[in-house]
């Protein structure tokens, strides 16, 4: 194992030599006692965390591999075994430390320390958003979307809620389908916060499954001008990364300081950032005492505030009295304008409802919105108050010959500095709007219609539609099947469910009626314990429950075909549609992707029927849905 790790780590530095000690002749003949006797696996695993978080790696690889003797079951196993390549790991990684120099560190709200991150204003947009539409990460409040980037990466949850980084670039007002990087960039487990360096040629970010020491380790990838492509990722090494969540790496533009966050020595809602003086080629050395280990990963600051050229760091605006009278007041006229946007927005909601309410129901809200409608002209009349305030302070300014720019004194306003007192502060920047972006879709080329085909095929995208659904489940494993073991059946979804058991099941049904009629079809396939399961907007339910909730639900069906040229029918295929049916067919644009839409059907029969029609004429590309 070790030969193993060495070799690894020999691939991810490159140019550097390992030197592999020769073991110890004595030591078959002395007997090494067993660090687990006597005591429980939840014990000994308990200490060796405890020994990885103190940066005693090699005892706490002897306890794991104690510990793996104990296990009771593959997937205990499993667990052991990483916890034990990132003991290992985190024992070879401290032969290659560095020693930064660090400039300040400051601990920050999880929620928004990246704020304070040197970058323009408006830089971060608030996830989930139009890219990530998964919340859930604990570390993740925010995407680095600067204005007039064009080229764009970022951090994405998939159908299985595992973050990937994906990389759009505009095209003229369109972005382009978001794709993954390479296999390189892309693990089993969560990549974050990816940071494109100003030249283009390294891509930070960090991850969860690559060679790490634990938790989030920091990675840079270098762009292969040959290739045209990212190379294999390499470990920033320690003390950048650690057995703690290490994350959001950057550079500053003007080459003086590298930043980044970890949440070693915090508490939950808290983060360090640490700012350091950048370093291009770090000097590396080994670590061999776990306590000086422990104290280099604090990244406690070198405490010289001198040698700090710190003018780019913040810029405040001259204060006194009168300029933050004006500033109070521009804060009291902004809060005041929010709020009669707020309550004017709520009124229309209620005159709204009085057309569908009933005679009694009216009368309540007429009453309420007269009320709203007096306390509206109270706020507009304080707003009013407060804006001719405002605007004598600004004249009497202008009459005393000050000029002053509102944008700017409001910006300030809103700022918070914090940790200027050791010579290094750090500026809270304003998130940014909302993501709003055009982005072409990737043309759905999938049939997801039911099948059985000479080889079968897994649906590509293992999410239910909303609604009612029937499939028909065909068994559950411990490994991942194989295309030969569906038998050809399309198509064939997966979940993961506890104990990482595979499910598989195949269709998607809107009837109990045609998930039975196909029933037979699966068992003959060879499936003959294949079974119906039901859903309700992706959540398992009673198929029994399924079946009444079905006889609330008019079920419909409608045709999707794709033009083969990607934008129109010819006049033989409509002819072809017109005789078959004289249903409405509608042309659709999603992103750039063009289809037609031909419907809606009642009967599943009369559509399966023109489907047939329609792939006998020649068209692949056509769908139920």
Not at 3 to 31: E, M, N, T, Y
Not at 119 to 130: H, Y
Not at 456 to 463: P, S
Request: hydrophobic content about 40%; glycine content about 6%; overall charge negative.
């Amino acid at each position: 194992m070790r030969k193993r790790i060495f070799a690894i780590f020999a691939a991810l530095l490159p140019g550097v030599v390992l030197l592999a000690q020769a073991p110890d002749s004595l030591s078959a003949a002395v007997p090494v006692p067993d660090p687990s006797a006597g005591r429980t696996l939840p014990a000994v695993l308990a200490e060796a965390d405890s020994l990885v978080r103190e940066y005693s790696f090699e005892e706490a690889a002897s306890l794991y591999e104690a510990a793996l003797r104990m296990a009771p079951d593959s997937l205990s196993r499993q667990q052991i075994e990483d916890a034990l390549l990132q003991a290992q790991n985190g024992r070879n990684m401290l032969d290659y430390g560095s020693r930064p120099s660090v400039v300040a560190r400051q601990r920050l709200s999880v929620k928004d320390f990246f704020l304070y991150y040197p970058v323009a204003d408006g830089s971060w947009r608030p996830v989930p958003n139009q890219l990530d539409t998964l919340a859930g990460n604990p570390l993740v409040h925010g995407m680095y979307i600067p204005d007039g980037i064009r080229e764009l990466y970022y951090s994405s949850a998939d159908a299985d809620g595992i973050h990937n980084i994906y990389r759009t670039e505009l095209r003229d007002t369109v972005w382009t389908v978001p794709e993954l990087i390479n296999e390189n960039l892309t693990s089993s487990s969560d990549e974050i916060f990816p940071v494109l360096s100003p030249d283009g040629n390294s891509l930070y970010f960090a991850s969860k499954g690559l060679y790490g020491m634990g938790g989030y380790d920091l990675y840079v990838s270098r762009w292969n001008r040959e290739s045209h492509d990212w190379e294999t990722p390499v470990n920033l090494g320690f003390p950048y990364s650690s057995p703690a969540d290490d994350f959001l790496f950057m550079n500053t533009p003007d080459g003086k300081y590298s930043l980044f966050a970890s949440n070693r020595e915090c508490s939950r809602d808290s983060v360090w950032v640490y700012v350091l003086e950048y370093d291009s080629m770090p000097v590396r050395q080994a670590l061999t005492d776990a306590a000086q280990a422990k104290a280099l990963s604090r990244l406690i600051p070198d405490g010289d505030p001198t040698r700090l050229e710190n003018r780019g760091a913040v810029s405040r605006v001259q204060e006194d009295d009168d300029t933050r009278r004006y500033t109070e007041k521009m804060r009291q006229v902004r809060s005041l304008r929010d709020t009669v946007y707020a309550y004017g927005r709520t009124l229309d909601a209620v005159r709204g409802r009085i057309d569908a309410a009933t005679e009694e129901e009216r009368a309540t809200l007429a009453a309420e919105i007269l009320r709203r409608e007096a306390e509206l002209a109270g706020l507009q009349d304080s707003l009013a108050a407060a804006t001719a305030q405002l605007q004598k302070i600004e004249m009497d300014f202008l009459l005393s010959g000050v000029v002053l720019d509102p944008d700017k004194l409001q910006a300030e306003a809103d700022r918070e500095v914090v940790g200027a007192a050791s010579g290094y502060a750090f500026s809270r920047k304003r998130m940014g709007d909302p993501v709003r972006m055009d982005i072409l879709r990737p043309k759905p080329t999938f049939d997801y219609s039911f099948m059985i085909l000479p080889e079968g095929r897994f649906a590509e995208d293992n999410t239910l539609p909303d609604g009612l659904v029937y499939q028909i489940q065909l068994f559950v494993m411990s490994t991942k099947a194989t295309v030969a073991q569906i038998k050809g059946l399309s198509p064939v979804f997966c979940r993961t469910g506890a104990q990482q058991k595979y499910t598989y099941s195949v269709g998607v049904f809107r009837t109990y009626k045609d998930v039975l009629a196909n029933l037979n079809r699966v068992k003959k396939q060879g499936f003959r314990s294949a079974f119906i399961v039901a859903f309700q907007d992706g959540k398992s339910i009673p198929v029994s429950q399924a079946r009444e909730l079905e006889k609330t639900i008019r079920t419909q069906y409608r045709i999707r075909i794709l033009p083969p040229d990607g934008d129109s029918l010819s006049d033989s295929v409509i002819l072809t549609i017109r005789a078959l049916t004289p249903k409405d067919l509608s042309k659709e644009t999603d992103g750039g992707s063009v289809s037609y839409v031909l419907g809606p059907f009642d009967d599943r029969t009369e559509v399966d029927r023109i489907v047939a029609a329609l792939r006998a004429d020649g068209l692949s590309g056509v769908s139920i849905f």
